[in-house]
């Protein structure tokens, strides 16, 4: 049962324009929402995070929105550069209980 | 900058063999989760701890997998025995309970089942 969906497996864009992953999720209980960076042969790192109670955090060039109605966040990078290049996970949370994973949308950035 | 350690970072094995898995997590973090990395589910959850007590291991295939905390500084993941359709990359993760706090991952263990 994936509870936490990312329906786009890659992205592409260009050096300097805005970034947009997106993430849906089916579990209404979800309170804490947060985006992970994976570079290859490494354990993703943590970026962004959000509580259900906010609807946007920023964190320099990191936004996260959220839509609780549509059970829908998203990441935006602007602008991007070439080190932003990752695969970026979405994940979930209830309660401080087990986090759920996304697939991943894996985000090239071209120079 | 304190990290969860995994070891071995990379294990080959032929199938019917036992593979153990372990993770020291960070000091003090509470809570210790394994994850299994897979090209289609993304980072699937297999199982978690919290103060050491084991919360949910439903994403385990319960007849050859296993997990544990022996002490508070480690936790192993066993496959016995494992089987080609294994192979994939397991991640362990280290936290705190109490307020919104993010998990720290390892760097994983590939695991590379013949």
């Known amino acids: 049962d994936q509870q936490v969906k990312q329906n786009s497996p890659s992205l592409s864009v260009q050096e300097g324009r805005i970034s947009i992953l997106n993430c849906d999720y089916t579990n209404s209980m979800f309170d804490y929402f947060l985006w992970y960076k994976k570079y290859p042969a490494e354990g993703p790192t943590f970026l962004i995070s959000i509580s259900s109670i906010k609807d946007k955090n920023e964190d320099g060039r990191f936004t996260v929105f959220l839509n609780k109605s549509a059970k829908h966040l998203s990441l935006h990078i602007v602008p991007s550069q070439p080190g932003d290049s990752a695969v970026y996970f979405c994940a979930a949370r209830v309660n401080n209980n087990d986090m759920r994973f996304g697939a991943g949308t894996r985000l090239t950035v071209k120079p | 900058d304190a990290r969860v350690t995994q070891t071995p970072r990379h294990k080959v094995t032929e199938m019917g063999q036992e593979v153990t898995m372990r993770c020291q997590p960070i000091?003090?973090?509470?809570?210790v989760f394994w994850y299994r990395q897979t090209m289609m589910q993304g980072l699937e959850l297999l199982a978690y701890?919290?103060?050491?007590?084991?919360?949910?291991d439903s994403g385990m295939p319960k007849d050859r997998f296993s997990a544990e905390m022996p002490d508070a500084t480690l936790a192993t993941l066993k496959i016995q025995p494992s089987e080609p359709r294994d192979s994939a990359v397991y991640f362990c993760a280290s936290g705190r309970t109490g307020g919104n706090s993010p998990l720290h991952f390892g760097n994983g263990t590939r695991l590379t089942v013949t």
């Open positions: 701890f919290r103060n050491r007590a084991p919360l949910d």
């Open positions: 000091l003090g973090h509470n809570t």
